[in-house]
């Protein structure tokens, strides 16, 4: 992979920004050698297990303070069975201070991902963690309904109290039934998740 990661780039420039710009050079370089899945599998585990539950890590990736040296030597130590492509690209954006920024680039790389492969993103709010039944059941039902791949991102929000919110794009369903439910709790959880299975093989037909 080229580390002539685009430098038009300033320092004030959003995260956004500069995560597309990652992102875009990552993409590239991992379709090439058709390793785009693993190394957004790898890198959502980074993003979501390593930084997300570790202050911290975080403030190392951001820190001015530790060099790149030592910032590479970490991500060796991190990811030792990473893809390749994943591993030299974290040591370029290392090398350019860019590390805080990794959230940034991960996100954006799905997105791009999405919108080269065709597939929607649909974000699932539910009270409680989908089980594994129902989630194959919206994807399924997502899939046919708008004839294309569809990727869940499942949001636990209690605030549901029952039922599911599924939005994609500007596209709302909403089968929540926090009307026909006095309470949830953890004896309820298997009878709620039956209900949710019921629920989602109908908020197609509303």
Known sequence: MSESVSQSTTHDVGAEQLGKTYARALLSATQAEGSTEQVIAELNALCDEGLAHSEKLRAAFASPRIDASEKCRVLDRMLSDAHPTLLKFLKVMAGRHRLAYVGAARDALVKLYDEATGRLLAEVRTAVPMTADLRESVNHQLNQYFSKTVRLNEVVDPGIIGGLVIRVGDTVFDSSVASRLDKIGDAA??????????????????
Do not use: H
């Open 189 to 206: 959880a298997a009878g709620f998740a039956r209900q949710l299975i019921e629920q989602s093989s109908r908020f197609m037909d509303s």
